[in-house]
């Protein structure tokens, strides 16, 4: 028994080793320039992939040696490397969210904003984080209940269990409403000073007040659903109901704007230009030419057209609110 | 810009091991104290910083703390390694 549980904790360290190295070769990052994104994988980065290759070789080999001659420090260094590994995804993914609220700039040293504006995490980056989740499960010896875990989530599910279906659904919520803020919401086509119109895919996380306060709403909901699995309450189940009608309102004004007429003047603020010539030569001259962005015309005609990414935040709210349905229903069943 | 988001990238990583040294080595130690494992206390230091230690804190604290066992005797409880111990006055 005790040899099972030895061989699933190496088997779970491997297996996230296998999935963080393989992340490597995925897009971690897509940068923006005013029109175009461009993708970037760790292993194009200098030097980053061999950091995060030789802490995944070291936390594994760790880990493997400290199941098998159980030496404290090595248990430790392989819990402090699995810790990094995990944790260095989360903070890229925060840096990049507070990077794109503009509203609160100074939180960032000004290099990093220069740079990490129009940054959005990819593909590699989510699988990365996964499976450092995966190395510290077995780091720091908790395999078993991990999968007794999934076992007994995935048993309840097969019989039906109307509180695992409402956390799946919320869960999937949240995955549909954070790929929305990087998505186009708005698509502006504005003429520029050298007369080119330019497009402009405005995604939800560059929005006033959506862009920022959708961050809260989506670690909100992550934890309103791991608590109902942990502590299932009417008090949760409701407050994941109330938080999932923000991204249905944000959805639905997407959809009335979609109703107006989509040609429109605007004559752009001098502080906005000046912001534009602040920030662009620096931009411009650390990403070799690569983040131009242009000057506005003072007036300008725009035209906009809505983008999916209201529509994504319409049908993650649907989830998150009918998810949050389910759990009260439960709980009055229970009650009666 | 790929030299540029490299760099970044790296400084990320080096200011998250810094963090995992000070709050991991700071939990480590709370939570040995507290007599549970070594490499959980390491994880909630480092993730959840000076909140996660608070949290080991009280562990440690509760761990330690005398409570009565019956209306005639007062004991404390000593945690080890194989389980509890109830030493009674």
Known sequence: MANDAIMQRRVLAAIGAAIVSSSLALPWLSARSASHSYAHSAISLPIFPWIILTLVLVALLCNLLSTSFSVSWLESLSAALASVIFLSPIVSVISINLASAWATPALMPSTFRRVLIGVTPASGLWLALFGGLLMVVSAIDKTSEFLEGLRSSGQRLRAGDRTVIAVILAIIGAILYLESRYQSWITLSVSTTTGAPERWPIPGFALPVIGIVSNFEIIAI???????????????????????FAPVFYGAIGA??????????????EAFNSTIAQWAPTAERMSNGYMSIPHLRQSVHANFSMGQGSTCSLIA????????LILIHTHKNEGN | MN????????TLVVMVTLWVTIFGTAGAM???????????????????GPIGLIILLIRSRRSH?????????????????????????
């Open chain 2, 65 to 89: 703390q005398p409570q009565i066992l019956s209306d005639s005797m007062v004991g404390i409880t000593i945690q080890t390694s194989s389980g509890t111990m109830d030493i009674g006055i």
């Open chain 1, 256 to 269: 009335c704007m979609r109703l107006v007429p989509s040609d429109a003047s605007i004559r752009i603020p």
């Open chain 1, 222 to 244: 992550i934890a309103c659903a791991i608590w109902q699995i942990t502590r299932p309450s009417l008090g949760t189940a409701t407050t994941l109901t109330i938080i999932g």
């Open chain 1, 317 to 324: 709210g649907l989830f998150v609110v009918l998810a949050g």
């Open chain 2, 3 to 10: 030299t540029a988001l490299g760099i970044i990238l790296i």
């Open chain 2, 30 to 48: 709370l939570s040995r104290h507290a007599g549970s494992s070594r490499s959980l206390g390491i994880f909630l230091g480092a993730s959840l």
